[in-house]
C-alpha cells in the first residue's frame, strides 16, 4: 500500500520533471511523457483508493489522509480530462507540481482507520464527497488557468514577450478552458451541496445547522454564483476573470482545510490529522 | 576523383547592380545548363538564381579547370567581362561546397536568417536540373540530403519560429490573443502597404469580415472591393468598435482617430470580448492610453519593431544550432562521398589484373605449340584465378566493418598496386 503511494509520487514527480523540461525546452516529446507518466501515476493512484474502498469497505475518506488523497485523485482525472477534449499542453506544469506536493503530503500523513460507523455506507454520503471533490477539482485547474492567463495578458499587455509569450497558448483558449473549469466545478458543487443537505437531513433531521463548513461552502458556492453570473450577463471574461478563478479557489482551500483546523464541526472528523 | 566544386555571389559579396547582372531566368537556366554540360571538365550542373544570389554548383574531375571553365562561363553566358565580377565570386570545394549548399538550403546563409521560401526555390531549380539530365549521382545525393537538414534545422531549432515582419509579428499577436482568426471581424482604417499586407495575413487566417474605412468613400470602396469586405464611412468608425476585433489603422490624421472613451463607451456592449489595435500611422492614429482598458491592447509600429528586433535575434540564436547540424550533415555527406571511391577502386584493380593477364597470355600463347582447344582452357583459368584472387580483397574493400579507415584502405590498395601511374 505505501509503496503503491510511493510509485504514484516517483510518477507524478517525473511527470513534473517532463512538464518543466517541456516548459523549457518546447519538445512535444517531452509534453507527451508528462502527460503518459501522469497517467500512469494516476492509475497507480486509483489502485491505492480502490484498495482503501475494498478494506475498509466504503469510500476512503475517513481521515486526512484519505481525503487528501482523494482530493488529489479528482484533480488528477479531471486534468486527464480536460487535457484529453482540449489538448492544451501546458495544463501539466500545474497540474503535476500540485498532484506531488499533495501525495507527499498525503504519504506523510497518518493512516489511523476511523472507527466504522454506519454513516460512510450511505449512498447520499459517497455522492456527496465524490462530487464535491470533483468540484473542487475543477475550480483548482480554473485558478491554474487563471494564473497562466495573468502571465500571458501581462507580457501581451507591457508588449515585453520575454518567457511566457510562445510558451502558452492564446488568452482566449486560456480564457474558454479556464470556464469550462468553472462551470464544471459549480455544477458539481451544486450537486454536492444538494446531496450533503439530503444526507444531513437523514442522519441529522435537519438540512442546514450552521455548521462552519457549511457556511463556508455557501460562500464558495455564492462566490462562484457571482462570477458565473456576471461573465453570463455583462461577460466577466479575461484579466477580471481570472483573478476571480484564483480568489475563489483561496476561498476553497479555506473551506477544505482552514475550517477544519481554525474551527470546529461535524465535518471535523473526516479531515482530522 | 570527382570533386564538388561550387562557384557564387550573393547579397554579401555583390550589390544588386552586380547581382542582376548575373541572374538567370527560368528560361535562361535551362540553356545555361546545357553549356555548362558541355564543358570539358564539367560532369554534373546545377544553377540556383534568386533575387539575392546565383550560384553554380559541379562536379568535377578537375577542381582548378572546371572553376576557370565555370567563371568563362558566366562571363559569356551574361556577355559581362571577368574582371568584373570575379572579385565578388566565392568559391567553394569539397566540404565547404558541401558545407554552402547545406547552409543557403537551411536559410542560415540568407539575408534574413530562417527566412522560409529559399528552401522551396531550391527545389524548384533541382527540378530543372533533373529534367534538363544535368544532375548525376553525386548532385541527387548531395540535394536529397540538403533538403533533408533544411527541413531538420527548421523543426529541430526555431529558425524560423517567429515573426520577423510587421505585418506577421502583427498576425502572430493577434493569435495570441484570439486563438483562432475565424469568425474575427477585421476593421482597416485608411490604407497602406504594411496595412493591407496584415490584413491579407488576416484573410489567409481565415477571419470572418473585413470592414474599410477610408476619408474618402469611394477609396473605401475600391480597397473593399478588394479584400472581398465592405466598406463602412469613417463617422461610422465608433459605432463599428462594438462588433469588430481586430482593428489596423494607418491615416495620415493629424490626431488620434480613436480615443479611449470611445472605446470605453463599447466594452460593456462587447460583452467584454478582447479588442487588439494595431496603429501603423505616424503620427499615430489610436490612443495609446486605451492600452490601460481592460481586454484591449495596442500595439503601434514602434512596439511591433521591437518585437521583430527580439524575434530576430532569438533567429540568429538558433541559427548556432542549426550550423551545428550542418556540421555534422557534412561529415556524413563525407563519409558517403568518400564510400563512393571503393567502386572505381575495385574496377582499377580488376582493369589491372586482366591487363597483366592479357599480356602474358598473348607471350605464352603465341610461343609455344597450343591448339585452339587448349588456348581456351588456359584463357578460362586465366579468368577464374583473376576472379578467386580478386574475390578477397574486393570483399574487403565492400565491407561495411571499415567505415572509419576506408580512406585509408582505399589508399593503400591504390599504393601496393599501383593504381594511380599508368
Request: glycine share 6%.
Amino acid at each position: 500500500m505505501e509503496s503503491i503511494i510511493l510509485v504514484s509520487i516517483l510518477l507524478y514527480l517525473l511527470s513534473t520533471v517532463g512538464y518543466f523540461a517541456y516548459l523549457f525546452i518546447q519538445k512535444d516529446y517531452l509534453q507527451r511523457t508528462g502527460f503518459f507518466l501522469l497517467l500512469i501515476g494516476f492509475l497507480f493512484h486509483t489502485l491505492t483508493i480502490v484498495y482503501g474502498f475494498i478494506k475498509g469497505g466504503h469510500l476512503p475518506v475517513s481521515n486526512m489522509h484519505e481525503t487528501l488523497s482523494f482530493a488529489g485523485w479528482a484533480i488528477a482525472g479531471v486534468f486527464l480530462g480536460i487535457q484529453f477534449k482540449f489538448n492544451l499542453k501546458i495544463l501539466g506544469i500545474f497540474a503535476a507540481p500540485i498532484l506531488t506536493g499533495i501525495m507527499i503530503t498525503v504519504s506523510q500523513l497518518p493512516n489511523e482507520p476511523a472507527a466504522a460507523t454506519k454513516i460512510f455506507k450511505s449512498f447520499w454520503l459517497v455522492s456527496h464527497v465524490s462530487v464535491i471533490f470533483i468540484g473542487e477539482a475543477g475550480f483548482a485547474l480554473a485558478c491554474g488557468l487563471g494564473i497562466l492567463y495573468l502571465l500571458q495578458e501581462n507580457e501581451i499587455k507591457t508588449k515585453k514577450h520575454r518567457f511566457f509569450f510562445k510558451r502558452l497558448p492564446s488568452l482566449e483558449m486560456l480564457d474558454n478552458i479556464g470556464y469550462v473549469c468553472i462551470v464544471v466545478g459549480f455544477a458539481m458543487l451544486t450537486l454536492g451541496l444538494i446531496t450533503g443537505f439530503v444526507y444531513a437531513k437523514a442522519v441529522w433531521g435537519r438540512f442546514w445547522s450552521w455548521d462552519p463548513k457549511e457556511v463556508w461552502a455557501g460562500i464558495t458556492w455564492l462566490f462562484y454564483a457571482v462570477l458565473l453570473h456576471e461573465r453570463l450577463t455583462v461577460g466577466w471574461r479575461g484579466r477580471r476573470s481570472a483573478i476571480m478563478a484564483i480568489i475563489g479557489f483561496v476561498v476553497l482551500i479555506f473551506t477544505f482545510l482552514g475550517v477544519n483546523l481554525f474551527m470546529e464541526g461535524h465535518h471535523e472528523t473526516f479531515t482530522r490529522f | 576523383m570527382l570533386d564538388i566544386v561550387l562557384l557564387g555571389i550573393n547579397h554579401n559579396t555583390a550589390p544588386i547592380e552586380l547581382r542582376e547582372c548575373i541572374a538567370f531566368s527560368e528560361d535562361q537556366s535551362k540553356s545555361a545548363l546545357h553549356s555548362l554540360m558541355r564543358k570539358t571538365f564539367i560532369k554534373e550542373a546545377l544553377l540556383f538564381s534568386t533575387c539575392n544570389r546565383v550560384e553554380v554548383l559541379v562536379v568535377t574531375d578537375d577542381s582548378a579547370r572546371a572553376v576557370a571553365e565555370t567563371k568563362g562561363f558566366i562571363a559569356e553566358f551574361n556577355k559581362i567581362p571577368l574582371e568584373q565580377f570575379e572579385g565578388s565570386l566565392y568559391v567553394h570545394e569539397g566540404n565547404e561546397a558541401v558545407r554552402h549548399v547545406f547552409r543557403v538550403a537551411a536559410s542560415l546563409d540568407s539575408m534574413i536568417v530562417g527566412e522560409p521560401q529559399i528552401l522551396g526555390q531550391i527545389k524548384e531549380a533541382y527540378r530543372t536540373a533533373i529534367e534538363e539530365k544535368t544532375s548525376g549521382v553525386i548532385l541527387n545525393r548531395l540535394l536529397h540530403r540538403t533538403f533533408f537538414v533544411a527541413k531538420k534545422i527548421r523543426s529541430e531549432t526555431g529558425i524560423g519560429d517567429r515573426a520577423v515582419s510587421i505585418s506577421y509579428a502583427a498576425v502572430e499577436l493577434a493569435r495570441k490573443i484570439f486563438g483562432v482568426l475565424e469568425a474575427k471581424k477585421v476593421l482597416l482604417i485608411g490604407a497602406g502597404e504594411m496595412a493591407e499586407l496584415a490584413v491579407e495575413h488576416l484573410i489567409r487566417g481565415k477571419v470572418d469580415q473585413v470592414w474599410v474605412a477610408n476619408r474618402t468613400f469611394e477609396n473605401g470602396v475600391a480597397l473593399a472591393k478588394q479584400f472581398n469586405g465592405q466598406a463602412i464611412g469613417f463617422e461610422e468608425i465608433p459605432e463599428s468598435l462594438k462588433t469588430v476585433d481586430i482593428i489596423i489603422s494607418s491615416t495620415g490624421a493629424p490626431d488620434y482617430v480613436i480615443r479611449p472613451d470611445q472605446v470605453k463607451g463599447v466594452i460593456r456592449k462587447r460583452k467584454n470580448r478582447p479588442l487588439f489595435f494595431i496603429d501603423i500611422a505616424v503620427p499615430r492614429d489610436i490612443d495609446p492610453d486605451i492600452n490601460r482598458l481592460s481586454n484591449s491592447y495596442v500595439y503601434d509600429i514602434d512596439d511591433l519593431k521591437g518585437i521583430i528586433d527580439e524575434n530576430i535575434e532569438d533567429r540568429q540564436k538558433e541559427a548556432i544550432k542549426g550550423e551545428r547540424i550542418v556540421d555534422e550533415a557534412v561529415i556524413g555527406f563525407r563519409e558517403w562521398y568518400e564510400s563512393l571511391d571503393v567502386v572505381p577502386t575495385i574496377i582499377a584493380l580488376r582493369n589491372k589484373m586482366t591487363a597483366i593477364a592479357e599480356a602474358e597470355l598473348k607471350k605464352t600463347l603465341q610461343a609455344s605449340m597450343i591448339s585452339e582447344q587448349e588456348a581456351k582452357a588456359i584463357r578460362k583459368m586465366a579468368d577464374s584465378l583473376i576472379n578467386k584472387i580478386l574475390h578477397d580483397p574486393t570483399q574487403f574493400l565492400k565491407r561495411n566493418g571499415m567505415h572509419e579507415n576506408k580512406s585509408f584502405y582505399i589508399d593503400s590498395v591504390r599504393k601496393l598496386f599501383k593504381l594511380d601511374d599508368y
